[in-house]
């Protein structure tokens, strides 16, 4: 089986490969150990890591989400399984590594003639791979049959409803921006390099930004898109100052912040404001969500009444009923949980939210929800967008720019139009060829290829 969330799947005291060869030796007690080192090589090289043998000695919380993914997938395909259970496994993987896990899963089901559950909430990603296909709604199937009928043929309205969700790769119109003046925010040849001595062994640096520059005007939304492992949130975390740069600028609204001390940063930090991936991580499970909401507030000084006035006004924005103040996270679905997160943002006023791949573990009929709500509070606010992400038909549908990066650095930078229809960088070529469609080649059972 091959779970959705690697964080809380991987034994966060082991490292990875051990974590793999753990599963080798089970069964198949007479390998060598050798003969497992190699194994587990393949098999994170076959799953797109990028340099096993370094990354073989990491342990979870060192990888980025996609990488640990990957892990998950490399120790599900390590015995050759006549069945594969994967629930979400492409979820938060970028297209390219997507494209190359859903090769991978049809080469083993070729070779070995392995059946495959694959659960999933991306129509894209059933094109892909799905021979048959199972339409669920309250625990009920509501449709069933082939991948070609449910896809360009569906019967019930709850299918119709998911298939109408789905983000086209296509860019947003171009918007009437305010004219150009002092940029909102703004970075200039910003670097992070990430390094850590351990005492058997020497310090292993990464350079995980590398002169990274960018402006953004007010009501701007500039898309950040890559793969797993080239930068995106790191980006983020320098903005918000979640960690320190190693160099270079941060300017909000001309004030340079990069290089404050966390007691002069104080007034900036609350026009800054992020909403991570994974809304019931980032909030306080023992906390209720009045709780939440209210806190930024009540540390910068607001009354106990104002701030419960306020949070009651932006439950209601976000469309998320007051009676559910006193509630605490669990209560909510993830939909629920990731509009609380952008209400607890919006408490502090910001004049730049971070988005970091708020919507890529939501199915598609709310992910299209939380995205309205968020043009939504653009227009009605006035807020200057970072949207980070590896879907690109979101960012089409989101952005007005876009910055491309690959392994720390931007490769690509300008209009959502023009990068998505006259792509410059190889790089950029290649994700938008490797994002999955719903659209079926003459004369092939399957569907790959670039979003239409």
């Known amino acids: 089986m091959i779970f959705q969330e690697p964080m809380t799947a991987l034994n966060p005291v082991l490292p990875v490969s051990e974590q793999i060869a ?44 996609g990488q640990r993914q990957r892990i998950m997938i490399a120790m599900a395909l390590a015995n050759e399984p006549a069945l594969i259970i994967a629930d979400e496994p492409t979820t938060a993987l970028d297209v390219t590594t997507q494209a190359r896990i859903l090769r991978l899963l049809r080469e083993l089901q070729r070779t070995h003639r392995s059946g495959i559950l694959f659960i999933t909430h991306d129509f894209g990603v059933v094109a892909e791979i799905a021979d048959r296909v199972v339409v669920m709604r309250y625990g009920r199937v509501v449709e069933e049959g082939t991948v070609d009928a449910i896809l360009h043929n569906p019967q019930h309205t709850y299918t119709r409803m998911l298939l109408d969700a789905v983000p086209k ?21 910003l670097d992070k390099t990430y390094g850590e001595a351990m005492f058997w062994r020497a310090a292993r640096k990464v350079r995980a930004l590398d002169d990274v520059s960018i402006e953004v005007q007010r009501g701007e939304t500039l898309g950040i898109v890559g793969e797993s492992g080239s930068g995106k949130s790191t980006l983020a975390r ?5 960690v320190d740069p190693s160099a270079g600028e941060i300017r909000l609204e001309g004030k340079e912040i990069g290089n404050r001390t966390q007691r002069t940063l104080r007034p900036f930090r609350r026009r800054v404001q992020i909403v991570f991936q994974d809304p019931y991580r980032s909030l306080n499970p023992r906390r209720t ?20 006035r306020r949070a009651c006004n932006l439950l209601d924005l976000v469309g998320i009923d007051v009676r559910g103040l006193d509630r605490y996270p669990h209560e909510f679905s993830g939909g629920q949980r990731q509009r609380i997160a ?51 038909r979101v960012a089409a549908r989101l952005c007005d720019t876009m910055a491309v990066m690959l392994n720390g650095k931007i490769v690509e930078y300008g209009a959502s139009e023009k990068i998505f229809l006259e792509p410059e960088h190889p790089y950029t070529q290649a994700l938008l060829a490797a994002a999955p469609r719903m659209r079926r080649r003459e004369g092939e059972r399957e569907y790959r290829g670039a979003s239409s």
């Open 22 to 65: 753990e599963a080798l030796q089970w069964h198949a007690s007479n390998r060598a150990r050798a003969a497992s080192r190699k194994r587990v090589l393949e098999l994170m090289d076959s799953v797109g890591l990028p340099d096993p043998q370094q990354l073989s000695h990491c342990y979870p919380h060192q990888l980025s989400g």
């Open 169 to 189: 790769a296509e860019p947003r119109p171009a918007r009437t921006l305010p004219e150009a003046g002092t940029p909102v925010l703004a970075t200039k040849n």
């Open 238 to 242: 320098c903005i918000a100052r979640l």
């Open 289 to 308: 969500i009045g709780q939440s909401i209210t806190e930024g507030p009540r540390n910068y000084g607001t009354g106990r009444d104002e701030a419960v």
């Open 342 to 392: 952008i209400a607890r943002a919006l408490a502090m006023d910001p004049e730049v939210l971070i988005a970091d791949e708020a919507v890529s573990a939501l199915d598609v009929s709310v992910q299209a929800q939380v995205l309205d709500l968020v043009e939504r509070l653009r227009e009605q606010l006035g807020l200057t967008i970072l949207f980070i992400t590896h879907d690109l």
